[in-house]
């Protein structure tokens, strides 16, 4: 239980990225100067973090595998999501972006032997569904187009892997590593690579409290509690849990903007409770399991 609060409170902190975002446009700041700057102040943070507790060290034969999840998970996942946003529009590019728990079902079968259940498979098909019909419900009761191409598919779809990785890698090196020593090296490789399509823009105080803001809930906070509820989950529940972000998304949306749920919205978000409900219901099963196991 306790690993369940941990993710799905780091999933209501992430469900307040878009807030944050609506917000800074507003400044004048651009999309990826926006995810540059969450990804380089959230470094300094973490970097206080690891120094404080000593935890800055990692082996050199690491170092290769901490820069790719930089490239990986900040980099490309940062900047396929705004790729896909842009040519498919918000709606769809979120619904390919919650493929994520379909990949990690997947990889974690693959990579970290982890079984592929019936329950796991029947959650990733409702999450799925149901992060569509929240994006996707206004177009379908207004016939309104979609804006489709290959490239923005492609983008979405990539945008999935790669936020998949984030499970994956957690629980290939949380055992290795803090979670602070992780983003200490992993965070200012992708903001660098990221540095090279970032045109700057003059920023207001408040421009720097929203920044500042968004590093700190959505990223320092956030992330140190996912990976504290990884350790005490397996990958695959983990990222159905994680599906709750854009619930908490459609309700900061309603009470900050008046935004209404539609019929398709309230069904969304109902598949995606209902799969973090059969998640915890299985963790409980097979904590007891394990229990009758030791007796």
Not at 241 to 262: K, M
Request: overall charge positive.
């Amino acid at each position: 239980m306790v690993g369940f609060l941990y993710v799905l409170s780091a999933a209501s902190m992430w469900g307040l990225i878009g807030l944050f975002t609506q917000y800074t446009l507003a400044e004048g700041i651009s999309a990826l100067e926006i995810a540059f700057w969450r990804a380089a102040l959230a470094w300094i943070m973490f970097l206080i973090h690891a120094s404080l507790t000593k935890q800055v060290k990692v082996h050199r034969t690491d170092l290769p595998a901490l820069f790719g999840f930089g490239f990986i998970c900040v980099t490309l996942f940062y900047g396929s999501y705004q790729l896909a946003i842009r040519d498919v529009g918000i709606g769809l590019a979120a619904v390919l972006l919650y493929t994520a728990p379909a990949w990690v079902a997947l990889l974690s079968w693959l990579v970290l032997k982890e079984a592929l259940t019936t329950t796991k498979m029947a959650c990733v098909v409702m999450t799925i569904l149901g992060v569509a019909c929240i994006s996707l419900g206004p177009q379908l009761l207004t016939g309104a187009p979609f804006n489709l191409n290959l490239f923005g598919l492609a983008a979405g779809l990539l945008s999935g892997f790669t936020y998949a990785l984030y499970y994956i890698f957690g629980k290939k090196f949380l055992y290795r590593y803090a979670t602070p020593t992780i983003f200490v090296y992993a965070l200012p490789f992708g903001a660098a690579l990221l540095f090279p399509f970032v045109t700057f823009a003059d920023k207001t105080p408040q421009a720097w409290l929203l920044l500042i803001g968004l590093a700190l809930v959505t990223s320092y906070i956030a992330f140190s509690l996912y990976y504290a509820g990884l350790k005490r989950l397996d990958a695959t529940h983990a990222s159905i849990i994680a599906t709750f972000e854009p619930v908490v998304a459609a309700l900061s949306a309603y009470i900050l903007f008046g935004e209404h749920f539609s019929i398709f919205g309230s069904i969304g978000s109902a598949l995606i409770l209902v799969a973090v409900f059969l998640v915890i219901l299985s963790g409980s099963k097979a904590r007891r399991a394990e229990a009758l196991n030791e007796v």
